[in-house]
T-cell receptor
Framework: DTGVSQNPRHKITKRGQNVTFRCDPI?????LYWYRQTLGQGPEFLTY????????KSRLLSDRFSAERPKGSFSTLEIQRTEQGDSAMYLC????????????FGPGTRLTVL | KQEVTQIPAALSVPEGENLVLNCSFT??????LQWFRQDPGKGLTSLLL?????REQTSGRLNASLDKSSGRSTLYIAASQPGDSATYLC??????????????FGTGTRLQVTL
């Protein structure tokens, strides 16, 4: 296992369409995080899972956004009825339950909404 | 509101120079502070993690310091190389945000090391 993986790496969609992204964390990591990063900004926290439980959601995560981690392994982030303002890099990170809580980030999924 | 600020926003230095990147945060009640590197269009690579109880961490040519009372951290890069060119992000885990796992990021310092 070489790290956190995310698919797809790039997604172009038209406004109003639904999109789904996948994140596969490092295999022994119980914690999984989603962040969103727009151009020239630092990442912003969206949501966090401990195993399959979603423990926190940011106010940035509107009703159009939903995240799941059904078996405590991979996670999906779905955006319904996409808007141009959703265009951003969506980053996933994972960390082990024990240890210094260093978060290991994936390469991200770049979403462009036309 | 907990915020993280990084100055300068951009920095250009000739190869071989030592340099310091600055990070400030508004609330001294923190779990830890992390420095990340991000190459254009890529994800983040963790460089150093400083726990609340620590003053500094070192890894190779990198040294990060933490002064909780003043709400400041610095990342020192010795003998800079062109391969160090990237955006450097500071991220803080604040105690009063509900979870130790939520990171609040600064906007980054874009570093260019020239030949």
């Amino acid at each position: 296992d070489t790290g956190v993986s995310q698919n797809p790496r790039h997604k172009i969609t038209k406004r109003g369409q639904n999109v789904t992204f996948r994140c596969d964390p490092i295999s022994e990591h119980n914690r999984l995080y989603w962040y969103r990063q727009t151009l020239g900004q630092g990442p912003e926290f969206l949501t966090y899972f401990q195993n399959e439980a979603q423990l926190e959601k940011s106010r940035l995560l509107s009703d159009r956004f939903s995240a799941e981690r059904p078996k405590g392994s991979f996670s999906t982030l779905e955006i319904q009825r996409t808007e141009q303002g959703d265009s951003a890099m969506y980053l996933c990170a994972s960390s082990p339950t024990l240890g210094p809580d260093t978060q290991y980030f994936g390469p991200g999924t770049r979403l462009t909404v036309l | 509101k907990q915020e993280v600020t990084q100055i300068p926003a951009a920095l250009s230095v000739p190869e071989g120079e030592n340099l310091v990147l600055n990070c400030s945060f508004t609330d001294s009640a923190i779990y830890n502070l992390q420095w990340f590197r991000q190459d254009p269009g890529k994800g983040l690579t963790s460089l150093l993690l400083i726990q609340s109880s620590q003053r500094e961490q070192t890894s190779g040519r990198l040294n990060a310091s933490l002064d909780k009372s003043s709400g400041r951290s610095t990342l020192y890069i010795a003998a800079s190389q062109p391969g160090d060119s990237a955006t450097y992000l500071c991220a803080v885990s604040f105690i009063n945000t509900g979870t130790a796992s939520k990171l609040t990021f600064g906007t980054g310092t874009r570093l260019q090391v020239t030949l």
